[in-house]
C-alpha cells in the first residue's frame, strides 16, 4: 500500500511564500503522475497542480498560474508545491495525489488518482 505524507502547510501572510512536500513510499513512485489538490471549507476538492513521471510536463489551475511551482525529486520520493504570492483565497487543506498511470492524459480530474495523503492547512491570512 502505497502512503503520501504531506508537510509544510501553516500560516502566513498574504503576498507570503510556503513549500508543501510530499513523500511517497511506494517503490515505484518515479513512475507516477503525481498532483497538488486542496479544499477549502464548504467547498469540493479542486485541482491545483500536476507533474509527470519524469517531470517533464507539468499542469496548473489558472487560479495558481505564475504563483505556484510543482517539481519532484524521483531519487527522494519526494514532489513540491512552490507556493509564493500567496492569497487569502488560497486557503485550503492541500493534499498530494498520485496515480499509477504515468501517462496520465486528465491530471486535473481527482477521480484519476489511485492514492492520496492526509492533508496539510494552509492558512493566508490578509
Known amino acids: 500500500q502505497v502512503q503520501l505524507v504531506e508537510s509544510g502547510g501553516g500560516l502566513v501572510q498574504a503576498g507570503g511564500s510556503l513549500r508543501l512536500s510530499c513523500v511517497s513510499s511506494?517503490?515505484?513512485?518515479?513512475?507516477?503522475?503525481m498532483g497538488w489538490f486542496r479544499q477549502a471549507p464548504g467547498k469540493e476538492r479542486e485541482f491545483v497542480a500536476a507533474?509527470?513521471?519524469?517531470?517533464?510536463?507539468?499542469n496548473y489551475a489558472d487560479s495558481v498560474k505564475g504563483r505556484f511551482t510543482i517539481s519532484r525529486d524521483n531519487a527522494k520520493n519526494t514532489i513540491y508545491l512552490q507556493m509564493n504570492s500567496l492569497k487569502p483565497e488560497d486557503t485550503a487543506v492541500y493534499y498530494c495525489?498520485?496515480?499509477?498511470?504515468?501517462?496520465?492524459?486528465?491530471?486535473?480530474?481527482?477521480?484519476?488518482?489511485?492514492?492520496w495523503g492526509q492533508g496539510t492547512q494552509v492558512t493566508v491570512s490578509s
Open positions: 495525489a498520485g496515480d499509477r498511470d504515468r501517462y496520465n492524459l486528465r491530471p486535473n480530474v481527482r477521480s484519476e488518482y489511485d492514492y
Open positions: 511506494g517503490r515505484t513512485f518515479s513512475t507516477y503522475t
Open positions: 507533474i509527470t513521471w519524469s517531470g517533464g510536463v507539468t
